[in-house]
């Protein structure tokens, strides 16, 4: 059986990839993998959300979603590439704030991950009315470009 760093990263699945950035929890494995995306040819970015309620929440993914891909030049400012992302952003948050309080502090490292004409956008984070309950979410959207 193939272990994860034996399995070449194109083999593992854009949204694994995504997943897998997404769930880094130091900037030094954060880099290592960045590194590692890097040399097999992945377009991605890493960017961070916060927000206090479903609604403020949401916005500001789609920003800084959309921002952090153009920016990082995971997507050209062309429509079909633009709706794929906005769509896999839309089912990530969904997987992210399901059965959440409209209250709940959301707090969010966000992956986008490109291979060819494949995006996914993955949020793993915590959410909590109060610090005792807090809990880890995870959402992963993927869409073919």
Excluded at 17 to 41: D, S, V
Excluded at 110 to 126: D, K, T
């Amino acid at each position: 059986m193939f272990t994860d760093e034996t399995l070449p990263l194109s083999q593992n699945g854009v949204g694994f990839n995504a997943l897998r950035l997404a769930m880094t929890r130091t900037l030094a494995e954060e880099e290592e993998l960045k590194r590692r995306y890097g040399q097999a040819g992945l377009r991605f970015v890493v960017t961070e959300v916060g927000g206090n309620t479903k609604r403020d929440f949401q916005e500001k993914v789609s920003r800084a979603v959309f921002g952090a891909a153009l920016n990082a030049g995971v997507i050209e400012k062309e429509p079909h590439e633009v709706h794929a992302l906005i769509h896999a952003a839309e089912e990530a948050k969904h997987g992210t704030i399901v059965n959440t309080s409209s209250e709940s502090n959301l707090a969010v490292k966000i992956a986008i991950v490109r291979e060819h004409h494949w995006i996914a956008v993955a949020m793993f984070g915590e959410s909590a009315i109060h610090p005792i309950t807090s809990h880890q979410r995870c959402g992963l959207g993927v869409m073919n470009i």
